[in-house]
């Protein structure tokens, strides 16, 4: 068994695995450890249900390529559960995971799993004193265990959508709205990343309660001929990268650009750093690894982690201007829901082979993923898992393989490269 399966097996033991939002917990563990939380400087908060990872990886390099030290916080890691923590310069070591969940225990306080990962950020990032602190919420924000910094530098809104539904009372877009700005800081500076023009207007009537200084996304994301611009009133950068392709990648690119040309990071810099940037397991092409090595020349995979309607639509469009055949591997997660998710791909898959997540309990079954494959008339077959699928699929014909509908199953392909 790996350390980090190991980590993730100590914490279930320890912490409770069950999502229940109270921010009394996490207080009451921040109280008995001296209030590090305090002692975090700059903290920008990423909120929202799409596009957190990567509006908070590219603002991660702009402001290092500005000599910045940055720690961040990401939820869920891809491989390995030092990736959650990065402090500065490298990723938290298992030790120091450790060390950091036996000082957790010592406050007796019943946390859940979520809460406990986030104390060991906060506790390791206390410590590492980084010019800035980059944190990715949970599910929501109202309660959420990462909601707990008085005075963040900035809170940044990516795209809202119908996510999350399960966990509220309210099952409505309003509600969720509600819980992602109706508690943000009245003591910051908050950016609205690009939003539907219903879930826009909603998010402008609450913030006009709020006195903290707003920023709406005044930029635009042009494609000039065959290259894509940031434009602002008073920039206009160039974006070259061969690893951000889709056009909701580009667009939480261009509020990070918004963000860091706000904190005084140059737009040459900017355009200089932009070709560096990478998303794991978000519209990623395989370019090297074991995988990549075992599939036919004419053969491309693809590995992307988007699980929720909006993140199907933005895969689609993508993947449908390749002219060549496309083959599913599809797996998924509980509290999702397969049937809007895999309606976004009508017509697009040659097949797909449907499977569960090895070493993921919430994993749902192939057998409901199927039936919701035969209510959209989709070409599928039943497969134990990913090798067996790629065995089945690879062939020196030409074809695109996309495996999608979880980052847990993105992360175990991942692994395996």
Known sequence: MSQSIDLYNQLAKNFSRKINFDL????HALSKLGHPENQLRNVINIIGSDGKYSLLTSLKYFLQANNYSVSTYISPSIKDIRERFFLGDKHLSYNDIKKSMRIIKNTDTKLTVFEALTLIFIINAAKSNSDFNLVEAGALFAKDSTNV??????????????????????????????????YLSKFTNIYIGKQKIKVLRKIKKILNKNP???AYSSWKLKKIKKDYFYVDKFNKIKIRSNNIQS??????????????????????????TIPKIKFEARVQILKEGKIKKRLYKNERILVDGC?????????????????IPIFGIWSM????????????????????????IKNEPAS?????????????SLNYEKVKNFEEALNKVSSKKRKLIV????LYGAGEILKKN
Do not use: M
Not at 333 to 356: L, R, S
């Open 333 to 356: 997660t509980k509290n999702k829901d397969p049937d809007e998710f895999i309606k976004q791909f009508n017509g697009i898959f040659e097949k797909i082979f449907i499977t569960t």
């Open 307 to 323: 699980h929720s309607v909006i993140g199907a639509k933005n895969l689609y469009d993508f993947i449908k201007k390749f002219n």
């Open 403 to 406: 495996c999608f509908g979880s």
């Open 149 to 182: 910094f008085s005075f963040p530098r900035a809170q940044a809104i990516v795209n809202i959508n119908k996510q999350h539904l399960n966990f509220l009372k309210k099952k409505t877009l309003d509600e969720i709205i509600n819980q992602k700005i109706g």
């Open 364 to 376: 749902l079954p192939a057998d409901i993923l199927i039936k919701s494959a035969i209510k959209n």
């Open 247 to 272: 056009k909701g990648l580009l667009e939480n690119l261009c509020q990070a650009i918004q963000i860091a040309l706000d904190l005084n990071v140059n737009k040459n810099l900017i355009q200089k």
């Open 212 to 214: 903290s200084k707003h």
């Open 24 to 27: 009394k917990r996490i207080k």
